[in-house]
């Protein structure tokens, strides 16, 4: 079983910067795509980065030239360096790790951190 565990969120004023970093520890086999979605209330979940095994990245056109993800294999840690940040940014932030096993793979989810951005 895998467990991911988000840090870095809190309160910053537009244009500011933060730098969420997730954790994967427990019983892994092996890390495929990771990535972070944010869902603010009333709103869907929706795919802010992704981030492949090989470094291929994949960001939502909002956040594009704003937001950078990496990942360091070595220590199950997905990161996410967002700059310029907008009030539109307050979400809360959940980090994503597809695992490989043996017979397959499997889907993990983050309890999330919250950032807000006051304008």
């Known amino acids: 079983q895998v467990q991911l565990v988000e840090s870095g969120g809190g309160l910053v004023q537009a244009g500011g910067s933060l730098r969420l970093s997730c954790a994967a520890s427990?019983?892994?086999?092996?890390?495929?795509?990771m990535g972070w979605y944010r869902q603010a209330p009333g709103k869907q979940r929706e795919l802010v980065a992704i981030?492949?095994?090989?470094?291929?990245?994949t960001y939502a056109d909002s956040v594009k030239g704003r937001f950078a993800i990496s990942r360091d294999n070595a220590k199950n840690t997905v990161y996410l360096q967002m700059n310029s940040l907008k009030p539109e940014d307050t979400s809360v932030y959940y980090c994503?790790?597809?695992?490989?096993?043996?017979?397959?793979?499997?889907?993990?989810w983050g309890k999330g951190t919250l950032v807000t951005v006051s304008s």
């Open positions: 994503k790790a597809n695992e490989r096993t043996w017979g397959g793979a499997k889907d993990y």
């Open positions: 981030i492949t095994t090989g470094g291929s990245t």
């Open positions: 427990g019983r892994i086999y092996g890390l495929n795509t």
